[in-house]
């Protein structure tokens, strides 16, 4: 899918340096489909024939369950 234009920015005007993979760094939409971001840098990695590797953040909050967790992580599989 297409990324809209309106959802890309660039941070900077440095050029991408050599590197070994990709990183995307999942916070918030944990999801494969309607993932703009994730699409993005799927297709980044690709471009640059590099790996992608997905990180995901467990922080034991206020809010944190052991249940929420584990829903998280299933849905990852």
């Not at 699409?39 to 467990?58: M, Q």
């Amino acid at each position: 899918m297409p990324i809209p234009s309106s959802r890309l920015r660039s941070e900077n005007d440095k050029p991408i340096g050599a590197g070994a993979y990709v990183l995307y760094w999942m916070r918030t939409a944990r999801r494969t489909s309607w993932n703009f971001a994730l699409d993005r840098a799927s297709a980044h990695a690709e471009e640059l024939g590099l790996p992608l590797y997905i990180v995901e953040t467990v922080s034991r909050h206020r809010w944190f369950e052991l249940r929420h967790l584990m829903f998280v992580a299933q849905g990852m599989a």
